[in-house]
């Protein structure tokens, strides 16, 4: 599907794309629209479902109503000029057209992988992200048709580790993870030890009354 809209001004075009949970209305090209104001009314399968009031940004993002066929309209205007602009029509199917099945994360002898299921009938491309706690401790930096990272234990510290993978098709981008994995390397299992090893000599029993 393309996402933009060409018609009349080449100034002026508007895109609609579909970002995890987010549906995404841009402003692109925006040669002599200075000090314009922009209005974004989206539609989920022909219905409005949202319109917007005037202002000075140029990008609008609300969360989408799951699959369907959405698109966005822009109108602006300046002190000498108004107009509007619809995106093409996108459709965002089913989860599992894109994704057959959540991705897994394990220990493989001495790299932790990541393995994806996709359908291979479409034309989609992947960038897989190695979260520690939440936070990206590696990716990978461009789209690819790859579906499956692996990273060396060496390099990781201890912690407890998610696969966030991000499927692309066209204008469309939706986002799995896996289940959690703790990894414990040399440092974070002799500091439990030496924890547990501290806990229990502080133990005293409970007292049992007779």
């Given at each position: 599907h393309g996402r933009f809209c060409m018609e009349g001004n080449q100034n002026f075009m508007v895109s609609c794309e579909i970002d995890g949970s987010y549906l995404v209305g841009k402003v692109i090209n925006k040669f002599n629209l200075e000090n314009s104001t922009y209005l974004f009314t989206f539609y989920k399968d022909g219905i409005q479902i949202l319109r917007s009031d005037w202002g000075e940004d140029d990008k609008l993002q609300i969360e989408h109503m799951g699959p369907g066929l959405y698109q966005v309209k822009v109108d602006y205007k300046s002190h000498t000029k108004e107009d509007f602009k619809k995106?093409?029509?996108?459709e965002l199917k089913d989860f599992d057209y894109y994704v057959n099945q959540h991705p897994s994360l394990f220990i493989d002898g001495e790299n932790i992988t990541s393995t994806l299921s996709i359908n291979k009938d479409a034309n989609l491309k992947t960038q897989c992200y190695l979260l520690r706690y939440g936070t990206v401790n590696n990716r990978t930096t461009?789209?690819?048709?790859?579906?499956?990272?692996?990273?060396?234990?060496?390099?990781l510290e201890?912690?407890?580790y998610v696969a966030q993978w991000f499927i692309k098709d066209g204008p469309i981008k939706v986002i799995t993870f896996s289940e959690p994995l703790l990894y414990m390397n040399p440092e974070l299992k002799s500091s439990l030890i030496q924890d547990i090893k501290q806990q229990s000599s502080e133990y005293t029993p409970p007292r049992i009354l007779n």
């Open positions: 995106s093409e029509i996108i461009s789209w690819t048709t790859l579906v499956e990272n692996i990273w060396p234990v060496i390099d201890g912690g407890v």
